[in-house]
Nanobody, 117 residues
Framework: VQLVESGGGLVQAGGSLRLSCAAS????????MGWFRQAPGKERAFVAG????????AYADSVKGRFTISRDNAKNTVYLQMNSLKLEDTAVYYC???????????WGQGTQVTVSS
């Protein structure tokens, strides 16, 4: 599975961005999808996840109520809508895919999100 993220950029605090992750190489609907992020000097951390059927999602406490993960299996794409962005959301955001119960196996190259004051 190949994953390509897009949609990152520079945004002011309080603003919004929508990240996209396009998948190819296998049946997208077989995979649970997730978003992770890595800030400078910190370890990669879970942000949000969604089941293959999109009937279940999970979020890190730090983004609950601000971020929304969704997927379009017809377009082989997963999204992360990010609202009310904060300075601490600045990080490289990675898309990941895996078939439960196995851990995420495939990763994108990442897209930079920078939130400015």
């Amino acid at each position: 599975v190949q994953l390509v993220e897009s949609g990152g950029g520079l945004v002011q605090a309080g603003g919004s961005l929508r990240l996209s992750c396009a998948a190819s190489g296998d049946t997208f609907s077989n995979y649970g999808m997730g978003w992770f992020r890595q800030a400078p000097g910190k370890e990669r951390a879970f942000v949000a996840g969604i089941r293959w059927s999109a009937d279940s999602t999970a979020y890190a406490d730090s983004v609950k109520g601000r971020f929304t993960i969704s997927r379009d299996n017809a377009k082989n794409t997963v999204y992360l809508q990010m609202n009310s962005l904060k300075l601490e959301d600045t990080a490289v955001y990675y898309c990941a895919a895996g078939i439960p119960p196995n851990p995420y196996e495939y990763w994108g190259q990442g897209t930079q999100v920078t939130v400015s004051s």
